[in-house]
């Protein structure tokens, strides 16, 4: 039975939302239609059109849902290190919120977006984003002030990246390793590992050799 505004309406809008975040999550945005997220939902188009008016508007309110709380979660821990702030706990503050989530669907939504260069800049990194890499990258340099604005730009872009790997894969992790994947232990590997990396020395230049 398709359910109506009328017969459910306090839950309709969280619905739609956990049903596209499923299948967003699943196939993508491009694969995955509006009549595919009613009937995963139970609601019929118009519900959809009443709540959000457009898959673009939807695509938005689901990102923000999952993004805002995170985001949150990542300035208390971080705030909660001190000044200046150990490396391992910017590593953790910047990653256990979305690493360590517990509404699955999400997980592999937001991987999606992530790596997805077409989604990330304007729906996300723009509205969500920047200001967390800012303080991130000023948590950063308080803790290694020997880094330079660039080498700091892109060893921020590289734990992004890895987070962004392990999100986008999270589905086949246990195929892949040959083992269900302890998420307390992969924290660990990842804190320590992006630790080190961003404790690494500063490569010296290399300038392209010339031809004679």
Not at 78 to 97: K, M, R, S, T
Not at 110 to 115: A, E, F, P, T
Not at 170 to 182: A, E, I, K, R
């Amino acid at each position: 039975m398709i359910l109506t505004e009328a017969s459910a309406p306090f839950d309709t809008k969280t619905r739609i939302l956990n049903a596209a975040e499923k299948l967003f999550g699943m196939n993508g945005f491009d694969a995955t239609s509006l009549r595919d997220i009613t009937a995963e939902a139970q609601v019929n188009l118009a519900a959809v059109n009443y709540h959000f008016q457009s898959k673009d508007s939807l695509i938005d309110a689901i990102i923000e849902r999952r993004i805002l709380p995170i985001n949150q979660r990542r300035f208390e821990m971080l705030n909660a290190a001190g000044h200046p702030p150990g490396v391992e706990q910017i590593v953790e503050a910047f990653l256990a919120p979305l690493l360590m989530l517990e509404v699955l669907p999400a997980v592999p939504l937001i991987g999606r977006v992530l790596s997805n260069p077409d989604q990330f800049v304007d729906r996300v990194y723009k509205k969500h984003l920047q200001h967390v890499a800012e303080r991130f990258s000023q948590a950063i340099r308080e803790a290694l002030p020997e880094l330079s604005p660039e080498e700091t730009f892109w060893r921020l872009h590289f734990m992004a990246g890895c987070m962004t790997h392990v999100l986008t894969l999270s589905s086949v992790l246990p195929l892949l390793s040959g083992q269900p994947v302890d998420r307390d232990a992969l924290m660990r590997r990842l804190v320590n590992f992006i630790a080190a990396g961003l404790r690494a020395p500063v490569a010296a230049a290399n300038p392209m050799s010339q031809t004679h």
